[in-house]
């Protein structure tokens, strides 16, 4: 089992930056595929950007260029790092963890909400 602890969420103005975390505890071995997704309001939820063993990103289009992914193995915690955001970032945004599933959608995290607005 793998427990998911997310924070770093909040209201930012469009240009701004934000730098969401994810603590994972449990079952280390179960959290090698990490990730975050992305949900907004009436809409389903989409995967945002992911890291395989601490190295190897995948980034969604949309978020391309300004969105970072890493991951720190020593704390078993991955980040995202949002710069340039833009209102259609607004979302709740969920951490997810796998043993080897991609995406990884095995353990989630509760969520935290990201609101940019001038």
């Known amino acids: 089992q793998v427990q998911l602890v997310e924070s770093g969420g909040g209201l930012v103005q469009p240009g701004g930056s934000l730098r969401l975390s994810c603590a994972a505890s449990?079952?280390?071995?179960?959290?090698?595929?990490m990730g975050w997704y992305r949900q907004a309001p009436g809409k389903q939820r989409d995967l945002v950007a992911t890291i395989i063993a601490g190295i190897s990103t995948y980034y969604a289009d949309s978020v391309k260029g300004r969105f970072t992914i890493s991951k720190d193995n020593a704390k078993n915690t991955v980040y995202l790092q949002m710069n340039s955001l833009k209102p259609e970032d607004t979302a709740v945004y969920y951490c997810?963890?796998?043993?080897?599933?991609?995406?990884?959608?095995?353990?989630w995290g509760q969520g935290t909400q990201v609101t940019v607005s001038s």
């Open positions: 449990g079952s280390i071995l179960s959290s090698n595929v």
């Open positions: 997810s963890a796998a043993k080897s599933k991609w995406p990884p959608n095995d353990y």
